[in-house]
Structures are given as structure tokens and as C-alpha cells.
């Protein structure tokens, strides 16, 4: 099942399409409607990287930048991270701006809460 999107009226299209399959729940969902939600999404993220140009100019290159863009994307500020992952506001502070190194608890905490590859973390620790 291949699916193409080739006008912003067919991305919209998609795009409603997309949210009233999310709106059932992925577990009310059967196998097919998940394969197509997957091939929609899949095809609308295309669509947004290379038609309307929302891909990132630049992929990060060190923790600190994936964990700037993963804050942008959800919205959260260095006092809410730092509420979620559990630790203080000043250590989150200090390291986002080089002046400390992530510690084992902070990348744990951004890994689960900012869904960071493990891997990323680890490599660029």
C-alpha cells in the first residue's frame, strides 16, 4: 500500500484522515488501519520535509543540541524538563549550557521523558 502526496490539498486530506484514525485509539484500530495510518504518516512526514521544508537544517551533533530540539518539539521550558526527569532546575541549567556534564540520572531522564535514542546519548556522553 503506497501512498503519494503531491498538493497541500491532498496533504490536508491525509492529514484528517490521520487524526480520525488517532482518535480511535491505536488499540481500537485493526491491523489494516494501522498499516495505512503508518503509510499516511510516513508519506505526510515526506511531504513536510521536503514540500513545505520543516525538516531541520541540520541534524544535532551533541547531546545538548538533540535535547534544545526535542524541548522545541514538545514545548517544554528547562523548568518543566527539569520537573519531569526529576531533578533540580539549576543542574538541568548548568548543563544545558556547558557548564556541567550530563551525569547517568539526567540522560537516563531526557532518554525517557525527551525519547532520545539511547544509543545518541551514549555516544555523544
Known amino acids: 500500500m503506497k501512498h503519494e502526496i503531491n498538493s497541500k490539498k491532498v496533504y490536508h486530506e491525509t492529514m484528517l484522515a490521520i487524526y480520525k484514525l488517532m482518535d480511535k485509539g491505536e488499540s481500537n484500530l485493526s ?3 494501522l498499516k495505512k495510518l503508518a503509510t499516511m504518516a510516513t508519506a505526510a512526514e515526506k511531504y513536510e520535509d521536503e514540500v513545505l521544508g520543516l525538516k531541520p537544517k541540520k541534524n544535532p551533533e551533541n547531546i545538548i543540541e538533540i535535547i534544545e530540539l ?9 523548568t518543566k524538563l527539569a520537573t519531569e526527569i526529576g531533578l533540580g532546575q539549576s543542574k538541568v541549567s548548568e548543563i544545558l549550557s556547558g557548564k556541567r556534564k550530563p551525569d547517568l540520572p539526567f540522560l537516563k531522564g531526557v532518554h525517557k521523558v525527551l525519547k532520545i535514542d539511547a544509543n545518541f546519548l551514549l555516544e555523544h556522553a
Do not use: G, I, R, S
Not at 71 to 76: C, D, G, P
Open 31 to 33: 491491523a489494516a488501519e
Open 70 to 78: 526535542k524541548m522545541f518539539e514538545n514545548k517544554l521550558t528547562q
